[in-house]
């Protein structure tokens, strides 16, 4: 059985446990002794009454107060801030722990992000992933739910791209027989296949305009009907939502529903390019490898590095399939690069400025100009230029652009 302690919300932030009775005050009679400002000799006594607690104020000069409420007697319930004189203190019923995620980085920005994930996958909030194709929001999406509280249940993944209108529709909230042609039988959509798991929502951008509003509303009720039914069906699912685009620039091209990107957007997830956690490289290649039986040369391997990979973590994966197929048990040298990079997305940005490819330098350009407009004022940039204020740090580290410069303007 967990033993209920107390959590002093200062600096130090230590534990004290309770016993069955505990006067708390400044007297050092007290079981538990406090010294902070306006705390009586004897302010208040905990007790156990049962199988809960209660509070019992003893006639402090400043009272004392559960949930910014002033109170003689109260049970207390995990999670009540109780505050005596200036000191505040939490009661928890049991210790907290925090969830490790399963994923991790080299890269700092990126590993900060996904340290939070375990607390977030602990929630029912629906989470927004948003981030360029390859870079690993399925794999995402599947860490979310097998660390939640839902990992038991199923985790179901629909592409909201890769269907017709009336077959997403279909796939989302099931049909009855003879809704429409080829009907031929009743079926459960993904909204019900998913019941007490998790719904991935990939290529979200992708839905169409009218069964936008559809979601909406079956995200709003918890409820969905099946295509040619009469009669709602009540859903318990958490969404994960994914997409490659910037719905903010279909929310403003009129192509995306803003009320539903807010509705999804609770929990944003923004998972950098490739080019932009590079220290992770060698240990996601090795593992690509392993998996395959490939062996690189350290050659080969630096010449790697030195790919844009547009593709990203996909595109990775893909090359060392293809090495695994073109040359089984054989040690991959610099000699077999250029054979097995995919070259279809270089060829129009092969010129480069300053060894910096086109594209790249006029994303360059761009964020110099909005940090000089903007006074070297981060959060207002990334505003402007449609991304996270994350991927904004990485694009200055990449292109080493000193923001102390702009902040002299």
């Not at 807010?262 to 992770?280: G, K, Y």
């Not at 995919?342 to 490819?357: A, Y």
């Amino acid at each position: 059985m967990h033993q209920p302690f107390l959590k002093v919300l200062d600096e130090n932030s230590k534990n004290l446990s309770l016993g069955e009775f505990m006067t708390l005050g400044k007297d050092p009679q007290c079981q538990i002794q406090l010294t902070a400002e306006q705390i009586s000799d004897r302010h208040a006594r905990i007790e156990k009454k049962d199988s809960y607690y209660i509070i019992r104020d003893l006639r402090s000069a400043v009272g004392t107060y559960v949930n910014d409420a002033r109170v003689v007697e109260a049970v207390l319930q995990d999670g009540d801030i109780i505050r005596l004189g200036t000191l505040e203190l939490v009661y928890r019923e049991k210790e907290e722990t925090q969830t490790a995620f399963p994923l991790s980085s080299r890269n700092e920005v990126w590993n900060d992000e996904l340290k939070t994930l375990g607390n977030v996958a602990k929630t029912e909030f629906p989470v927004l992933v948003l981030g360029p194709s390859g870079t690993g929001k399925d794999v995402i999406a599947q860490a979310l739910h097998e660390t939640s509280d839902r990992h038991r249940g199923p985790f179901v993944s629909v592409n909201c791209s890769a269907l017709s209108e009336t077959l997403i529709e279909s796939e989302l909230f099931g049909h009855v027989k003879g809704s429409f042609t080829g009907a031929i039988n009743d079926r459960k959509g993904a909204f019900e296949a998913a019941r007490c798991g998790t719904l991935f929502l990939d290529e979200i951008g992708d839905l169409s305009y009218s069964l936008q509003a559809k979601l909406l509303r079956a995200l709003e009720n918890n409820e969905i009907r099946p295509v040619g039914a009469d009669r709602n069906i009540k859903t318990d699912v958490r969404i994960i939502a994914a997409t490659h685009q910037n719905l903010s620039e279909k929310i403003r091209e009129g192509a995306f529903r803003s009320d539903l990107y807010f509705r999804l957007n609770v929990i944003a997830v923004n998972p950098p390019a490739l080019q932009f956690r590079m220290e992770d490289f060698e240990e996601l290649l090795y593992n690509f490898a392993r998996k395959m039986r490939v062996r690189f040369s350290f050659g080969a391997i630096a010449r790697l590095k030195k790919h844009s990979w547009p593709g990203n973590i996909r595109e990775l994966k893909n090359l060392v399939n293809r090495a695994a197929a073109l040359y089984p048990r054989e040690h991959i040298t610099e000699n077999h690069i250029e054979k097995l990079l995919d070259r279809t997305l270089l060829e129009p940005t092969e010129k480069v400025v300053n060894d910096i490819p086109v594209i790249k330098e006029i994303e360059k350009q761009m964020i110099i100009k909005r940090l000089t407009a903007n006074r070297g004022n981060q959060r207002r940039t990334a505003q402007d230029l449609g991304m996270p204020k994350s991927t904004l740090h990485d694009r200055l580290k990449y292109y080493n652009i000193d923001i102390s410069n702009f902040k002299a303007l």
